[in-house]
């Protein structure tokens, strides 16, 4: 390989390469952006393959069952996208490759020999770099929570435009039972009649 192609490619190498293997069930946090906003996203599942070695084409396959369907995602190991990759859980398998398990459901599908083996692997600033979506998602909450707030009190003005000045008053004076229509249903206005008749 050309000297130049490799430092090229040692730039864009991950330093702290996760030590994940088939079997493992990791959560894996990718930045995701739509349009001109980002966000975290979390994957978690199984490890059922890993491609190309540690180097720049490595990749790694998580699959998971989401609503009764299978959910595969093929990560690349040293993709600046993905900020931290968990280690949850780990087993132990004795294939290279699990896509046996695409063909499983419910008890079939979980791994023998599980144990606890929690493990982090994150790059330097990734911590920060989660920070700061994080305040931008809070804001953007914000403001749309403001907006909404906003066209709510834009309909309760225009339905207070609509009542009439009575109701407005007796309102204010905490009168209620001062508001009612000028003309009464005519049921009412029938037991009245028979009522005088009496």
Known sequence: MNTSL??????????NV????????VRVHQIVKEGNKERVQVFEGIIIACKHG????GTFTVRKISFGFGVERIFPLHSPRILKVERIKSSQVRRNKLYYLRKL????ARMKNEKQDYA????????????KI???????????????AEEEG???????????????????????DD?????????VQHNEKVVKAE
Do not use: F, H, Q, Y
């Open 120 to 131: 982090v692997w994150e790059e330097k600033g990734a911590e920060e770099e989660l920070e």
């Open 18 to 25: 996760p030590n994940i293997k088939p079997g493992d069930t």
């Open 105 to 108: 459901t419910g008890k079939a």
């Open 154 to 176: 834009s309909v309760i003005i225009e339905e207070n435009k609509a009542m009439t000045d009575e109701e407005k008053a007796a309102i204010a004076a905490g009168k209620t």
């Open 6 to 15: 490799k430092n090229i490619l040692a730039s864009s190498l991950k330093k």
């Open 134 to 148: 994080a305040e931008a998602v809070a804001e953007d909450a914000e403001a749309r929570a403001e907006e909404k």
């Open 54 to 57: 540690n180097g720049i084409t």
């Open 179 to 187: 508001i009612t229509d000028n003309e009464a249903p005519e049921e």
